[in-house]
């Protein structure tokens, strides 16, 4: 079975490879979206950022240091700002020897570059803007790359697209600029406050230890900008027993580093 059709056969919540299958490949690489495919999960998440010259990679911490080598290759240009380096210069870096010497000469991808290889894999998309707030424009300039890539055609936006980020502005930004793109809001609000939210997000994706039954039924009850009831995907749960009781929550997604450890605690997809 491809990723896609494992994804229908199941009822069970969603799984998400969390930054790709990150338990058992590096980060946000493409070798953690396929591994991630290899373990028939559909849907992945990554985080996107910009370089110095205004490309957009696929990378989580604000810095290059924790998951490359460029401490070695550039020495002098602490403290390694992903906004400080070229996009040449981020391909110079191995992002894959920190984790493994198995994945020595992975790159961090560009965000073109990993859409193409979900693509290819038959995958979904759990896009977070990271730290947008240092990226100025990122929200439309996002959007363009995904439309030139055609997933914002109509295959695209309705089942295997969402955007979320921490930033509530960013994520109205991005609902504002393409109300038919899914969104979500990466958080956990007070339920008084989640009919704002349910404004300009489709999802409220908190962390796992502050979700309780209570909350999921409180997000259920509340309609999106698409008229639907409001989703709720956490993160980052890595074992099965936890799992299991999110699942019997009724949370719609569980975000993960081992799918496959969900998928089994769950039944999910
Ligand atoms: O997808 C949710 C999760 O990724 C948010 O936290 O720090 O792993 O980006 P973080
Ligand atoms: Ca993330």
């Known amino acids: 079975t491809s ?5 229908e056969s199941a009822d069970g919540p969603v799984v998400v490879a969390h930054r790709g299958a990150s ?5 946000n690489t493409l070798a953690a979206a ?16 910009r370089t110095k010259d205004g490309r957009l990679v696929v990378l989580h ?3 290059l240091k924790r998951t490359t080598n460029v401490e070695e290759v550039f020495p002098d240009r602490s403290p390694w700002k992903l906004a400080d380096f070229t996009l040449a210069e981020v391909k110079e870096l191995d992002a894959g020897s920190w984790f493994s010497p ?11 570059q990993f859409v193409k290889r979900l693509t290819r894999n038959d995958q979904k998309l759990l896009l977070e803007l990271k730290a947008p707030e240092l990226y100025p424009g990122i929200e439309a300039q996002t959007l363009a790359v995904l439309d030139e890539a055609g997933w914002l055609d109509e295959s695209h936006i309705d089942g295997k697209l969402v955007i979320q980020s921490f930033s509530a502005d960013s994520v109205k ?15 956990t ?3 008084a406050d989640l009919p704002e939210y349910a404004e300009f997000a489709d999802q409220i994706n908190p962390n796992f230890g502050g979700v309780t039954a209570d909350y999921v039924k409180a997000v259920h009850d509340v309609r999106g900008p698409h008229d639907r009831q409001l989703e709720l995907f956490t993160w980052t749960v890595n074992d099965g027993p936890t799992a299991a ?4 929550y009724g949370v719609d997604g569980i975000i993960s580093n081992s799918p496959d450890v969900v998928r089994e605690a769950t039944a999910g997809s």
Do not use: C, I
């Open 61 to 63: 911490d604000t810095d």
């Open 245 to 248: 009781r999110l699942a019997g």
């Open 34 to 49: 396929d591994m991630a495919a290899e373990l028939d999960t559909a849907w992945v998440e990554n985080d996107v950022q």
């Open 189 to 191: 609000p007070s339920v």
């Open 102 to 112: 198995d994945y020595a000469g992975a790159r961090v991808p560009t965000l073109k």
């Open 173 to 187: 930004t991005v609902h504002a600029l393409q109300p038919s793109v899914k969104t979500g809001f990466l958080g």
């Open 3 to 7: 990723a896609a059709q494992a994804a």
């Open 23 to 27: 338990t058992y490949a590096p980060e």
